[in-house]
């Protein structure tokens, strides 16, 4: 794995959009797999500054993963934060932008489709991820197996509190989610995995350095051939 060392979180939003864009503009029908969360929300920013000039109309995107039980229209919804964040602003056609459907009916059914529709689009060109406190890739949390498809998952109490300052309180944090599976995510042809402050530090440490364990998700990136890690000096401070 490549590792690129930012001064900032800035720096990082910008390396990053740069490589997504240069993506964007040299292939034919882009795939890209979003995530959600604070560290993209500078990416998007960027990619917004630039969306005069670049089309997204011959771009899918595949987000890793939605609450069960909220809907589009809750602010919390990573379908509310993609839309606020991002879709609204560029021209990407609506049916392009895929995220799971947290308040289907069927979620068994609605696993298996996602899976479908990424397969149909030829799997995804570029992934970007987050890098959860616990090493938890999309939602896929400690003890997951590596071969992993979409499934809906329990989210851990270390999770729920890590995000339940988007919430008014804990409770109000869904206990479930539906994520691709780590094998959906390796299946990526290339992976951005972007890691900002102190806080990441000894996780990012552990997902480089670390044995490769289904009781640290992420440290099986170790075994994609082409991920590049965009991180700045604090996250870095472990390694
Ligand atoms: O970027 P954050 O907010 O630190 O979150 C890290 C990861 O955790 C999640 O938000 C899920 O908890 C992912 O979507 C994200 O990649």
């Known amino acids: 794995m490549e590792i690129i060392s930012v001064n900032s979180y800035e720096e ?10 240069n993506k964007i503009k040299h292939l034919q029908n882009p795939v890209l797999g979003l995530a959600t969360g604070s ?45 606020d964040k991002l879709f609204k602003h560029i021209d990407i056609p609506d049916e392009n932008a895929h995220l799971p459907n947290g308040v289907a009916v069927d979620l068994e059914k609605e ?14 060109d570029i992934q970007i991820l987050g890098l959860g406190l616990n090493g938890h890739i999309g939602f896929n949390e400690p003890g997951t197996s590596f071969s992993s ?13 890590a995000n339940a300052r988007f919430f008014g309180s804990i409770d109000e944090v869904p206990t479930k989610a539906i994520t691709m599976g780590i094998e959906t995510i390796m299946e990526s042809k290339e992976i951005l995995l972007l890691v900002s402050g102190e806080a990441k530090a000894e996780a990012l440490a552990r997902l480089v350095n670390g044995e490769v364990t289904e009781s640290f998700p992420a440290s099986i990136l170790q075994q994609h051939e082409h991920v590049t890690i965009i991180a700045d000096e604090a996250a870095l401070s472990k390694l």
């Open 12 to 21: 990082m939003s910008e390396k990053t959009c740069s490589m997504v864009l």
């Open 39 to 83: 560290t993209p929300e500078g990416l998007y920013h960027r990619i917004i500054d630039e969306a005069d000039d670049v089309s997204f109309r011959h771009v899918s995107t595949f987000n890793l993963d939605e609450y069960v039980g909220l809907n589009k229209e809750d602010p919390n919804s990573y379908q509310y934060y993609m839309n």
């Open 111 to 124: 696993c298996h489709d996602y899976e479908r529709f990424i397969r149909e689009a030829g799997h995804v």
């Open 149 to 161: 498809r979409t499934h809906v998952v329990d989210l851990d109490e270390s999770t729920r509190n």
